[in-house]
Every structure is written in structure tokens, then in C-alpha cells.
């Protein structure tokens, strides 16, 4: 199969045992790649009663058939499970070069089982046999320490590294997995799982070729994608101003959340903004492997006197600056950079690690925490230091930062203010208030890991940003009806592009895809035939929530706070 590897590589983390199996290729044609394929081979591993942080859980990572290949931005691998953040069926992708480095070493995924009774991390060279080696050394370091102390013991620098950092290894439940360059899988508490296993990290390093069907046909594709990406504007704007380009236009039109989602119009936000930080700390920006974008952000902060000096390192993307910034009413860039490299450094989602802490101010305020429930902690608006300080207890599950460390749903219970938090089946909400826009009030609802903004980035249909071939249009950002099969459509066309490993930022060339599908794996397939292909495998994860208890109508209900009008 062209686009795979047709290998899959199976660790027993109880019994050490290491060996490889071939890929299902029936699933594979079924579920494409990344948290699709991987969805279906975890279905028949989970059940209701399986404990997301115990040794039956497994970890998945896969990636996609054109994941490494050269189709531009097809960066993305997915690790896959049973989250402990929802109890549900949990993902989490990435970019970065990790999944490219995967499948050069001759893999397209890895099933994870059991736990390792020390801390451990897993080897994978190509052209040598995997092998599991001791992490005690490891445990206890961040991410950034995680990365250079094992690519220094591997002897090449070109090693890739996925790692967890303190918040993983105690068992935070929004603990992310993070990748060279501060590409994390945040969401879902991926990391946790990784650290109930005592698996410190997974280093990579490939140079085998990633096999296509014809490299003429995927060089002609290459460049009518290329064509088609530098003549989009919104490229243009993500290259100069990274991801908080669009921060902006998200506070005119009321979709910035502040104050915990009670305010929609935030005085600070300019200061917050792609451009605001341009000229200010940005001084450069960087991509995952084969991207021409390069949407992320390099910051430089300096100076002896400076609370947030940093040196130069990887600055903040739009969802860490809403989170992190207006969320908490704090429009201090230096700040908000300090403390997105403390969840990344960590290994913390910095959505969720903001929303804990927002949602923790706002029970403060309207008097739900108690000196005893809160460990004699007051949470306030606008207040870096100590944000700073919770952040680093939440990580450690330190005090007041134990009880943020299970998220906003266990918050409600703890502090008796059920219906409260801003989630949906335990998951918070990407940094996009749907009473601005419509389409993502459905998205939430029936994201398959709980609120999600990543299966359906529904806001750019929105604001204009058309699929005129299949069908998905839209006028008017805060009109309801009509938009339930447009969403469904969406949901269905992003699950697609997911699973075959490409970046949803690079809005791709709905006529260059099947071309490039077909050049790559050397089938011939319809678009609609890729749709479908979406849509099997959004309603295969909500088979599997289903499976692990969800109830029908459960995921129906919009959170209060957001069903409140905004002033």
C-alpha cells in the first residue's frame, strides 16, 4: 500500500516485550489514518469499564498515508485513547516532525499497553530493532530537558522527540505530549495516559523513504497545491502574523471569550494581538516538517529586570493567548508568553490550564469558593504572578493547583456549582464563543471528544471562507438555521483531511486532493468518496463514545454561561 509503511509496532510496557504486527489494511482503507485508523483499533481494546490512567488503557500514536510525504503541511500524527479528562474517547494530534519521522523509520503507528513498573522511554531507529530504555534519569525534567538530555544520548540531533513533562508524570488529566519546537497533542489528557504507563518519551529517528505510487504525478500535485496556498490571504496573514492574526476580528465580532466567557468585548485585546506582537516580541516564526506557512511563533524576551525574560523560544499561539490572556484579563504579552512556556515546558493543554484557572476566578467571585475548599487560596482577575504560581502548582498537583488538576468538570462537583463550567462531557472549549458564531454551538455539542474547535474550525466557513464543491456556504455568522447539515458537512470534510495527515490550517485545494491521494497510494478516488470517508470515520467515534457510556442526548445541552446573553 502505497502511503503506509504496512507495519504497526505493538509495546507490552508490563512485560517489555517489543514486536511488530502488519498494518489492518481493511481499516485502513476504511478509516484512512491518524485518530481515524486509530479509533478503530482502539474500539476493540476499550470499554465502559476501563480505566483511563490503568495498564489496559492503550496509547496510540498513527499517522496519516500522506503524512512525510511531499504534500504541502502533511505534518500531522495523532495519539489516541481513552481520556482521562472525559472518559471518553480521547485524541489528540500534532504537528511538528515526529509523525514524518515515524514513518521513515518504517512505521505508520504504535499500540502501547501495560505499564512500566520504572520510568522508561522507547527507541525507535530505522534499520535497528525498537527497544525500551530507562528514564529515571528523565523523570522529574521538563519537556525542553527531556528533549535535549535523550537526543544527546542518542547521538544524532536529528532525533525527534515526543515527551512528557511534570504535569504527565503526575498524572494531570489535561496533560499534553509535546514535540520538538513546542508542537504539543494537548487536548484530552494524552500525556497523563503516557505517564500512568511510566513512559517518559518516544524517540524517533528514520531515514527510509516514505513509498507513493507515482513521484511525477505528487510533484505535479505539489505545485497546484503550492499555487493554491500563496494565493490565499489568510496564509499570508498566519506567515507575518502567526495564529493570533485573527485575534482582532475574533474580539470586533464578539468571539474572544474574557472573564470566563461573561464578557464578550475585551478593552486589552489589541494588545494581545497577532500584530501587537509582531511589533513588540516577535522575531520570527517557525513550521512542521514540509510546511510553507510557518504559522507558529519565535518571541525574543530580554533583560536582567525582566519577570518574564525568556531569552528567544517558542511564543504563544492564538488559543494560549485567549486562554491564558483575555480569559483571565490579562493583556500583558510578556506575561502571557511566560506562562504558555510554562504549560509547554510542563507538558500542560494550555486551553484547559487556562480555563481551570478562569473558572476558578470566577467561582471565587461569585462566592463559591470557600478558604477550606479553595486550600485558603482567592483566585483573581488580571493577576499574573499568580497565575504564574498556579500554573506551576497545577503541574505538580500542588495544594489549590490539585484539585484545578482534574479540570473544569471535577471543579463544578468540588465546589458544588454544577452546570457552571464551560464544557461539554468534560472537555473545554476551543477560544471561540459560539454566540458569535452559530455553527460552533453544534460543533461543541457533537465534537466526539467533548468541546472541540479542531474537528470543525466552523468560524472560517463563517466568516466567508467557502466550500463551494461541497456544498458548505454561509452569510451570516450569527444566523442558527440552515447550518445543522452544513456543520455535519464540515465535520465531516476536516475528519478527512485529519486522518490522511495534513494540517487544517492550509486550507487544501479541494481539486488538488484526490489527485494527490491518488498519485501518493495510486488509487483513484473521488472527492466525495474522501468526504464519505470523513464520515465514517466521525460516526465510528461516536460509536465507541457510546461504547464507553455515553448517553444519547447527554452531549445536548449548552453550557449555562453560554446560553447567557453578553452585555
Not at 88 to 111: N, Q, V
Not at 145 to 172: F, H, K, M, W, Y
Not at 278 to 300: A, L, N, P, Y
Request: charged fraction near 20%; glycine fraction near 12%.
Amino acid at each position: 500500500m502505497n502511503g503506509y509503511l504496512e507495519k504497526i509496532l505493538h509495546v507490552n510496557l508490563s512485560t517489555g516485550k517489543l514486536r511488530d504486527e502488519a498494518l489492518n489494511q481493511d481499516w485502513a482503507e476504511q478509516f484512512i489514518g491518524n485518530s481515524g485508523l486509530g479509533a478503530r483499533y482502539l474500539f476493540d481494546m476499550v470499554d465502559a469499564a476501563t480505566d483511563p490512567l490503568g495498564p489496559d488503557n492503550p496509547l496510540i500514536m498513527m499517522t496519516g498515508p500522506l503524512t512525510g510525504t511531499r504534500t504541502p503541511s502533511a505534518s500531522r500524527h495523532a495519539f489516541i485513547s481513552k481520556s482521562p479528562l472525559t472518559g471518553l474517547f480521547g485524541e489528540s494530534s500534532a504537528g511538528g516532525y515526529t509523525g514524518h519521522e515515524l514513518k521513515r523509520a518504517g512505521y505508520d503507528g504504535i499500540i502501547i499497553t501495560g505499564q512500566s513498573p520504572t520510568p522508561v522511554y522507547l527507541l525507535i531507529r530505522e534499520g535497528l530493532p525498537p527497544k525500551l530504555r530507562p528514564a529515571e534519569h528523565l523523570w522529574g525534567l521538563d519537556t525542553y530537558q527531556t528533549q535535549n538530555e535523550i537526543i544527546a544520548e542518542s547521538g544524532d540531533s536529528r532525533t525527534r522527540v515526543a515527551c512528557i513533562g511534570p504535569a504527565g508524570e503526575n498524572l494531570v488529566r489535561f496533560a499534553s505530549i509535546m514535540n520538538a519546537d513546542a508542537r504539543a497533542a494537548g487536548r484530552a489528557g494524552m500525556g497523563a495516559v503516557m505517564g500512568s504507563k511510566k513512559l517518559k518519551a518516544i524517540a524517533i529517528r528514520g531515514k527510509g523513504l516514505i513509498p507513493v505510487s507515482d513521484k511525477e504525478a505528487v510533484n505535479l500535485a505539489f505545485r497546484k497545491a503550492m499555487a493554491h496556498i500563496k494565493a490565499d490571504f489568510a496564509a499570508d496573514l498566519l506567515k507575518d502574523l502567526g495564529t493570533a492574526s485573527g485575534l482582532e476580528y475574533f474580539q470586533m465580532v464578539g468571539s474572544l471569550p474574557a472573564k470566563y466567557w461573561t464578557e464578550g468585548d475585551y478593552e486589552g485585546a489589541l494588545n494581545l494581538s497577532g500584530a501587537a506582537m509582531s511589533m513588540s516580541i516577535r522575531t520570527g516564526s517557525t513550521g512542521c516538517w514540509g510546511c510553507t506557512v510557518q504559522c507558529g511563533s519565535e518571541v525574543t524576551i530580554e533583560g536582567e529586570d525582566d519577570p518574564y525574560a525568556l531569552g528567544t523560544t517558542d511564543g504563544p499561539e492564538y488559543e494560549a493567548v485567549a486562554s491564558l490572556g483575555s480569559n483571565l484579563l490579562i493583556e500583558d504579552l510578556k506575561a502571557v508568553s511566560y506562562f504558555d512556556w510554562i504549560c509547554d515546558s510542563a507538558g500542560m493543554d494550555v486551553i484547559s490550564a487556562g480555563a481551570v484557572i478562569g473558572f476558578a476566578a470566577w467561582l471565587s467571585e461569585q462566592g463559591y469558593l470557600s478558604s477550606a475548599d479553595s486550600k485558603g487560596e482567592t483566585v483573581e482577575w488580571g493577576n499574573p504572578a499568580q497565575t504564574i504560581e498556579l500554573l506551576k502548582k497545577i503541574a505538580v498537583r500542588d495544594g489549590f493547583g490539585d484539585i484545578l488538576a482534574d479540570g473544569v468538570r471535577a471543579m463544578e462537583e468540588h465546589f458544588n456549582a454544577p452546570g457552571l463550567a464551560v464544557q461539554v462531557n468534560g472537555m473545554d472549549p476551543g477560544m471561540h464563543d459560539p454566540r458569535a458564531f452559530s455553527g460552533m454551538a453544534l460543533v461543541y455539542l457533537t465534537s466526539p471528544r467533548g468541546a472541540c474547535h479542531n474537528k470543525s474550525d466552523f468560524y472560517f466557513v463563517e466568516t466567508g471562507h467557502t466550500f463551494d464543491q461541497l456544498g458548505i456556504v454561509s452569510d451570516d455568522h450569527r444566523q442558527e438555521a440552515g447550518k445543522a447539515p452544513l456543520v455535519a458537512k464540515h465535520q465531516d470534510y476536516r475528519s478527512m483531511v485529519d486522518a490522511c495527515g495534513c494540517c487544517v490550517f492550509v486550507n487544501v485545494n479541494l481539486q488538488v486532493l484526490p489527485e494527490t491521494f491518488q498519485a501518493i497510494l495510486g488509487k483513484e478516488i473521488s472527492l466525495d468518496e474522501l468526504v464519505l470517508g470523513g464520515e465514517r470515520i466521525f460516526n465510528l467515534k461516536r460509536l465507541l463514545n457510546l461504547k464507553l457510556g455515553l448517553k444519547p442526548r447527554q452531549d445536548e445541552v449548552m453550557p449555562i454561561l453560554l446560553n447567557t446573553p453578553l452585555a
